[in-house]
């Protein structure tokens, strides 16, 4: 999957997922990605973890590519297994990284089957009670909305540094790499502000 669309995006179909109501989506993802976190039970988060792959796929309509979670993940979960491993037990870390992977997969097949604006509606919808508090369900819906465009963006400004350093020769990674990547991350939240101020939405 491409680093842009790395959360999901959405894709417009007719598989039972699509035709879902967002409210079954999220209590998929809690029965099968959240609950087996507190179960620490090996076989249960095996089993839930084949079956979030199945929902994604089949009721879901979405390629098999989208249970891919990239390099940089399966890196991070093999270190998270050994150090369960060495340090607590196995168990643990298979639990722990099959909640992971079930949670991601679920992720994806919500935002790649549930157009965005459903979403932060319902998200807006959500925080309509804190409205007692002086909170804005919109700007709250919409704050989320950036960070999860922003997470994606950021994803590829290491990519395009990373890539532009090894053009150079410079095939060690370095904490110098830091930099562009930090220049880069402002100058994007830079030009959020500004076209949101443009909009009204600055205060």
Known sequence: MNLENYLGAYRAGNSPMHRSPLWLKYLVMLALGVVPFFLHNVMLSLCTLVLAGLLVVLAGGLPLSTLDPGPGVWVMNALMLAYYSIFLSWQRGVVFVAGMLS??????????TTAASKIMDAIASLAKPFRVFGANPEKFALTIAIMWNAIPYLLVSVRTVRDAARARGLE?????FAAPVVVSAVGHALQVGEALQARGLGD
């Open 103 to 112: 949670c991601l997969w679920l992720a994806r097949m919500l935002t790649c």
């Open 172 to 176: 060690k990674v370095s904490w110098r």
